[in-house]
């Protein structure tokens, strides 16, 4: 019999060589004490992260130009959510991999209207001032082109870095119909702290779902500019941080690495990184779903599976055993 | 003793028909007792790396136990109350132990080309409940309703989003994150984690890469030396 037989058999067969005696309970008993003891040491010491969640209302009062102009994008239909595509709605195609469109193949399950249910419904749940409530009429009985032509133009005209600039008193004359009443009034609700409780369902009793506040939320700069100062960026290794000092997933490093590389944090318009940094969330799934699979069948690939043998670390492990068996 | 017993006992042990003894054989053949819970263990079992898996459990057992007492309170307690702030501590550094202590066994299993001697399964389902922890940590980051989790859910909706998950796997759903972090996740893994233990037991410790050299050696050794000498 080789050698190499006489292993394969040993590893298969009930162990006959030498024992020792061992108690799997006790040990699992002491384990489960000694982490009950490290974990409440921790706790008391060190506490647990608790920032609490940013709202509309806090926006409203911290940033409120920010709050208008993001207000104004979702009218016009250039917010990021309005032209996100599925899951959410059909205005974009979503990320792909080659001619591979999982996004836009699931569909739209989670319908989202910016326009009517960030703005023109959360509007239309309260009362309003006399103002506002002229304009959401004059916004209602327009037509879709007549709505969208208000509002791309005094989106553009908000946002033309030569003029406005992002300042509402300084967006020249012109043919913007209720748009600006519209926006002001929002801010005035979120200020007033009332967009925070009807944004997720106007006029329903029970609210389990957030996707709308959270897709409002990360529209504007005010949640973006909060994950920057707290370092968690995709290409900060946001991932595995957390807010403060506390250790976040760790456990996502092999999965964060990815962000960080250059290729998939492109400025570049057009090429290769161009596109591997905007559909850069397919490919390092497509990657980490080989690389796990890679990792779960690792037993049956010739090569890997024997890099334990060829870097003998085993040897420490069972340092003892030879040590005895000399 | 009647005699309907003693007929049942002196019966020969035929193979069973039913489902139910047909699973009591299947039990009796690949994990007796003795197998299931043994009070020795081979002599090469010695070793601080042995220590990671049953560590991963202790911490697994105060995840449940903190998660069970957050459960009863609802998930913003803990941001009104210092009792609630400090079992969600132990939540939370009960799963940082947790992730630390299994890496480490997943690693020490590695070098230790663990998966040998028809132990696969061992080692996909330790791998697959890594995968299915990670999912439960997420839904559990997700559902802290403060900062972070409104940051993470809006950062993992797009990965979600681009593979199509995002669509009935919703990170920004606050009750059904909840639902699938407290009962779903958590009895997927523990099924798993229960075949995992399972498998180590039916199969045994892994021996070490080279054992079959050893033993021979030792034998050869022993025959050389003379009998009054052992």
């Given at each position: 019999?080789?050698?190499?037989?006489?292993?394969?058999?040993?590893?298969?067969?009930?162990?006959?060589?030498?024992?020792?005696?061992?108690?799997?309970?006790?040990?699992?008993?002491?384990?489960?004490?000694?982490?009950?003891v490290?974990t409440?040491?921790?706790?008391?010491?060190?506490?647990?992260?608790?920032?609490?969640a940013?709202?509309?209302?806090?926006?409203?009062?911290?940033?409120?130009?920010?709050?208008?102009?993001?207000?104004?994008?979702?009218?016009?239909?250039?917010?990021d959510?309005?032209?996100?595509?599925?899951?959410?709605?059909?205005?974009?195609?979503?990320?792909?991999?080659?001619?591979?469109?999982?996004?836009?193949w699931?569909?739209?399950?989670?319908?989202?209207?910016?326009?009517?249910?960030?703005?023109?419904?959360?509007?239309?749940?309260?009362?309003?001032?006399?103002?506002?409530?002229?304009?959401?009429?004059?916004?209602?009985?327009?037509g879709?082109?007549?709505?969208?032509?208000?509002?791309?133009?005094?989106?553009?005209?908000?946002?033309?870095?030569?003029?406005?600039?992002?300042?509402?008193?300084?967006?020249?004359?012109?043919?913007?119909?209720?748009?600006?009443?519209?926006?002001?009034?929002?801010?005035?609700?979120?200020?007033?702290?009332?967009?925070?409780?009807?944004?997720?369902?106007?006029?329903?009793?029970?609210?389990?779902?957030?996707?709308?506040?959270?897709?409002?939320?990360?529209d504007?700069?005010?949640?973006?500019?909060a994950?920057?100062?707290?370092?968690?960026?995709g290409?900060?290794?946001?991932?595995?941080?957390e807010?403060?000092?506390?250790?976040?997933?760790?456990?996502?490093?092999?999965?964060?690495?990815w962000?960080?590389?250059?290729?998939?944090?492109?400025?570049?318009?057009t090429?290769?990184?161009?596109?591997?940094?905007?559909?850069?969330?397919?490919?390092?799934?497509?990657?980490?779903?080989?690389?796990?699979?890679?990792?779960?069948?690792?037993?049956?690939i010739?090569?890997?599976?024997?890099?334990?043998?060829?870097?003998?670390?085993?040897?420490?492990?069972?340092?003892?055993?030879?040590?005895?068996?000399? | 003793?009647?005699?309907?017993?003693?007929?049942?006992?002196?019966?020969?042990?035929?193979?069973?028909?039913?489902?139910?003894?047909?699973?009591?054989?299947?039990?009796?053949?690949?994990?007796?007792?003795?197998?299931?819970?043994?009070?020795?263990?081979?002599?090469?079992?010695?070793?601080?790396?042995?220590?990671?898996?049953?560590?991963?459990?202790?911490?697994?057992?105060?995840?449940?136990?903190?998660g069970?007492?957050?459960?009863?309170?609802?998930p913003?307690?803990?941001?009104?109350?210092?009792?609630g702030?400090?079992?969600?501590?132990l939540?939370?550094?009960?799963?940082?132990?947790?992730?630390?202590?299994?890496?480490?066994h997943?690693?020490?299993?590695?070098?230790?080309?663990?998966w040998?001697?028809?132990?696969?399964?061992?080692?996909?389902?330790?791998?697959?409940?890594?995968?299915?922890?990670?999912?439960?940590?997420?839904?559990?980051?997700?559902?802290?309703?403060n900062?972070?989790?409104?940051?993470?859910?809006?950062?993992?909706?797009?990965?979600?989003?681009a593979?199509?998950?995002?669509?009935?796997?919703?990170?920004?759903d606050?009750?059904?994150?909840l639902?699938?972090?407290?009962?779903?996740?958590?009895?997927?893994?523990?099924?798993?984690?229960a075949?995992?233990?399972?498998?180590?037991?039916?199969?045994?410790?892994?021996?070490?890469?080279?054992?079959?050299?050893?033993?021979?050696?030792?034998?050869?050794?022993?025959?050389?030396?003379?009998?009054?000498?052992?």
């Open positions: 019999m080789s050698a190499r037989t006489k292993q394969e058999t040993l590893e298969r067969e009930p162990w006959t060589g030498p024992a020792r005696h061992y108690d799997i309970i006790k040990e699992g008993v002491i384990a489960t004490l000694v982490v009950t490290l409440v040491a921790l706790a008391a010491i060190f506490s647990s992260p608790d920032d609490p940013l709202t509309f209302h806090g926006w409203a009062k911290d940033a409120p130009d920010s709050l208008y102009a993001t207000t104004v994008s979702e009218l016009a239909g250039t917010s959510s309005a032209t996100y595509g599925p899951p959410y709605n059909n205005n974009g195609d979503g990320q792909m991999m080659g001619s591979l469109t999982p996004q836009k699931a569909g739209v399950r989670q319908p989202v209207d910016p326009p009517n249910d960030f703005v023109i419904n959360p509007l239309a749940s309260q009362q309003q001032p006399a103002d506002v409530a002229t304009a959401l009429e004059t916004w209602k009985s327009a879709a082109d007549q709505q969208t032509s208000w509002a791309t133009a005094y989106d553009t005209a908000l946002n033309d870095p030569k003029g406005a600039n992002g300042d509402a008193t300084k967006v020249p004359t012109g043919e913007y119909g209720p748009v600006p009443t519209l926006a002001t009034g929002l801010v005035a609700m979120a200020e007033s702290g009332a967009l925070d409780g009807v944004l997720p369902a106007p006029g329903q009793f029970f609210t389990t779902d957030n996707t709308k506040q959270i897709l409002f939320l990360g504007g700069s005010y949640l973006d500019d994950g920057t100062a707290n370092h968690l960026q290409n900060q290794w946001g991932m595995m941080n807010t403060g000092n506390f250790p976040g997933q760790q456990w996502l490093a092999p999965f964060s690495f962000y960080q590389l250059p290729v998939f944090n492109s400025e570049a318009e090429g290769f990184a161009a596109t591997l940094t905007a559909n850069g969330d397919i490919y390092i799934l497509a990657i980490i779903a080989v690389m796990m699979l890679i990792v779960m069948f690792l037993p049956f010739p090569g890997l599976r024997s890099i334990p043998r060829l870097i003998p670390i085993y040897k420490l492990v069972w340092r003892d055993y030879y040590k005895n068996q000399k | 003793m009647s005699t309907d017993t003693a007929r049942h006992e002196a019966a020969p042990a035929a193979p069973a028909t039913t489902w139910i003894g047909r699973l009591r054989d299947l039990l009796q053949r690949k994990l007796p007792y003795d197998k299931l819970l043994p009070e020795t263990q081979p002599a090469y079992m010695a070793s601080w790396i042995y220590v990671f898996g049953v560590l991963t459990l202790g911490a697994l057992g105060v995840i449940v136990a903190s069970a007492v957050l459960a009863f309170r609802g913003a307690w803990y941001h009104i109350s210092t009792t702030l400090f079992f969600n501590s939540h939370f550094w009960s799963v940082q132990l947790f992730f630390l202590f299994m890496v480490i997943l690693a020490g299993k590695f070098w230790m080309a663990a040998r001697g028809k132990r696969a399964k061992t080692w996909i389902t330790g791998v697959v409940a890594f995968v299915v922890a990670v999912g439960a940590a997420l839904t559990g980051y997700v559902v802290q309703t900062f972070d989790s409104q940051w993470i859910a809006f950062e993992a909706k797009d990965g979600l989003n593979v199509g998950i995002g669509s009935w796997f919703n990170v920004a606050l009750g059904q994150n639902l699938i972090h407290v009962f779903l996740l958590p009895a997927i893994l523990g099924v798993l984690v075949i995992h233990l399972l498998l180590v037991r039916v199969h045994g410790i892994v021996p070490p890469i080279d054992a079959a050299e050893v033993v021979e050696r030792t034998t050869v050794q022993e025959k050389s030396q003379p009998e009054e000498a052992r």
